[in-house]
């Protein structure tokens, strides 16, 4: 059964929207089309490749390991990116926030 909506699903978006936002942000001075790149992935391979029963709608199924691994993505360029990217205090934030959001629904993703 998909998650219901709550404080795990809000913090796992505030992550995503920081991987978004901060990875073209921190690759562009490097390349305009790796940045575009990075847009296309981060958001295209959750949205094609899900587990059956963490969403609502799937177009790819995929085990949760899979899934697992798209959200580490997600997470480890939302850290490193804002480190790259912004000020220090807001890399921690950044941090801080990556780490509290998905224990649970991995152990759920596992079984």
Excluded: Y
Aim: proline content about 8%; aromatic content about 6%; glycine content about 4%.
């Amino acid at each position: 059964m998909p998650e219901k909506a709550g404080i795990g699903s809000a913090l796992r978006f505030a992550t995503e929207l920081v991987a978004w936002i901060a990875t073209p942000w921190a690759l562009a001075p490097h390349s305009v089309p790796l940045a575009v790149l990075s847009v296309i992935v981060l958001i295209g391979l959750p949205t094609l490749f899900s587990t059956p029963g963490d969403k609502r709608h799937v177009i790819v199924a995929v085990p949760g390991v899979v899934t697992i691994l798209l959200v580490l993505l997600q997470l480890v360029a939302a850290v490193v990116s804002s480190w790259l990217a912004w000020a220090p205090a807001v890399a921690v934030v950044v941090s801080l926030l990556a780490a509290a959001t998905e224990l649970p629904r991995w152990r759920r993703l596992l079984r």
